[in-house]
């Protein structure tokens, strides 16, 4: 019985738990509080993904590879779209000081949410804490960023062009809201897609075992949404690239705002 335990506390027993944060190893101590420094679900699928990235880029620069393969042109795909939706959105010349941090945001986005969609894994994009403390450190930092570049001059960008003198109060608050707002839209966006995906996936499968389940004739006839379910999955990975890509245009398009106050 302790083993059974001890085992289901290593591996996932449901789809659903890919939602829950486990604590594979904690520190303890009487004179201080250690609980930062435990090692747990999320801890471990960081240096996951971090690993991943670091091996994928090492590919992209080894010189051992054949120019033309197909590793190679994925790669240089990849950095090339980085490269023109940050020059979309900025425009000028300096658009490519900030190209390494945007295509850093959508590789370490794509790699945790590729990452979660594998069964019985953890699902980084859906951790309320870790998605929402990002966002709200790249809000904080486009803002200091913004002051330190404009000034006063920042808060300008509350007051729309050609505002009437008596409407600038409303308008002010209106456009003070919808920009604190992004501190945490940034990233709920990525956690809510991601979620319910999961979600709408474990469902569907549950549904679809159960009524296999009943009789051998509801067992033939449940082949037929295992098919939509495989074509559902084949869309979440889609969705999981895309809202990647959404994530690092968005913070494109909040850096221009902090860039050029507009």
Same mark, same amino acid.
């Given at each position: ?50 690993? *991943? ?83 709200? *450190? ?125």
């Amino acid at each position: 019985m302790k083993e059974e335990n001890r085992m289901s506390m290593m591996f996932m027993n449901s789809p659903l738990e890919q939602f829950k944060m486990n604590t594979f190893m904690s520190l303890s101590s009487p004179m201080m509080d250690l609980s930062a420094m435990n090692v747990t679900t999320f801890s471990l699928y960081m240096v996951l993904v971090l690993l *991943s990235m670091m091996f994928m880029l090492g590919l992209g620069l080894d010189r051992k590879l054949m120019m033309g393969s197909n590793w190679l042109m994925a790669m240089e795909a990849t950095v090339d779209t980085m490269v023109n939706m940050v020059k979309g959105q900025m425009g000028g010349t300096m658009y490519g000081r900030y190209v390494p941090l945007i295509y850093t945001l959508f590789m370490f986005m794509l790699m945790g949410n590729l990452m979660g969609m594998m069964p019985y894994n953890f699902a980084m994009a859906t951790s309320m804490v870790f998605i929402i403390s990002m966002s709200l *450190s790249l809000w904080m930092g486009l803002t200091m960023l913004g002051l330190y570049l404009h000034n006063v001059v920042f808060f300008s960008l509350f007051v729309p062009v050609g505002t009437p003198l008596a409407l600038v109060p409303l308008l002010v608050l209106i456009e003070l809201l919808s920009y604190s707002a992004r501190a945490i839209s940034l990233g709920l966006r990525l956690a809510a897609n991601t979620l319910s995906g999961h979600l709408l996936m474990s469902m569907l499968g549950n549904l679809v075992k159960t009524f296999m389940g009943i009789s051998k004739m509801t067992f033939i006839i449940g082949l037929l949404p295992i098919a939509g379910i495989f074509a559902i999955v084949i869309l979440e990975f889609a969705i999981s690239c895309m809202q990647a890509y959404v994530f690092a245009i968005l913070t494109s398009s909040y850096l221009k705002d902090s860039l050029f106050l507009h």
